[in-house]
């Protein structure tokens, strides 16, 4: 079995731990204040975006909620310490994540239905309940190692919603590329993100020399 160095699970790393999940945090704050807040004040750049926004709030409201209940439960599901004083809480926090997860993806490619941006959001979305749902049966089946690797794998997912938007700034983004390609962007953040993960989690193997 691969071990398993994700700064979240890794035991002796608590510096590298609060490191990464600061930089995730500092990252998280930055869309929302040249994303979200610019988009509730009606930015020029956005004012399009925005105006579909408004027509979509229907799917736009609970995929919002449950996309931020993930990213916000992920965090406390990595905690070692959390995990071992409160094991009923991370339970029930789990199954918040995967209801979360699944109401997210689904409500994502119905947001997407009928526009470009429908191939990259779907492979988004995809990619997201794979990894959630292998998280959950290797939970169920008692395999933890394997159960915080794929929940690594669903998290990096997770947090694509937020580091893709990070090029919400880059006015070419916005109007260049188009929806297509935009959309398929999305679907790269999210292979990137599960080729880092996975990077990490192989990453003693990969640097050492069997003798």
């Known amino acids: 079995m691969a071990s398993f160095t994700l700064p979240a699970v890794g035991a002796g790393r608590s510096g590298f731990k609060i490191a990464i999940w600061t930089l995730l945090g500092l990252i998280t704050l930055f869309v929302i204040i040249t994303s979200e807040v610019l988009l509730a004040v009606d930015y020029p750049m956005?004012?399009?975006?925005?105006?579909?926004?408004?027509?979509d709030r229907h799917l736009l409201i609970p995929h919002t909620i449950c996309g931020s209940a993930a990213l916000l439960a992920g965090p406390l599901q990595f905690s070692s310490r959390l995990r071992r004083r409160h094991l009923q809480f991370h339970r029930l926090l789990g199954r918040v994540y995967v209801f979360s997860v699944f109401v997210g993806a689904f409500t994502g490619i119905a947001l997407a239905a009928g526009r470009p941006g429908?191939?990259?959001?779907?492979?988004?979305?995809?990619?997201?309940?794979?990894c959630t749902t292998?998280?959950?049966?290797?939970?169920?089946?008692?395999?933890?190692?394997?159960?915080?690797?794929?929940?690594?794998?669903s998290y990096a997912v997770t947090f694509t919603f937020v580091s893709s938007?990070?090029?919400n700034l880059w006015p070419v983004y916005w109007s260049h590329l188009g929806d297509a390609l935009a959309g398929l962007g999305v679907a790269a953040f999210a292979l990137v993100s599960l080729l880092v993960v996975d990077l990490a989690i192989d990453w003693h193997e990969?640097?050492?020399?069997?003798?």
């Open 118 to 130: 429908l191939p990259g959001t779907s492979l988004q979305a995809t990619a997201w309940i794979v």
């Open 134 to 153: 292998a998280a959950l049966i290797t939970a169920r089946n008692r395999q933890i190692e394997r159960h915080r690797q794929w929940m690594a794998r």
């Open 46 to 55: 956005y004012h399009a975006y925005r105006l579909q926004v408004i027509a």
């Open 206 to 211: 990969l640097t050492t020399r069997r003798s």
């Open 165 to 167: 938007r990070v090029l």
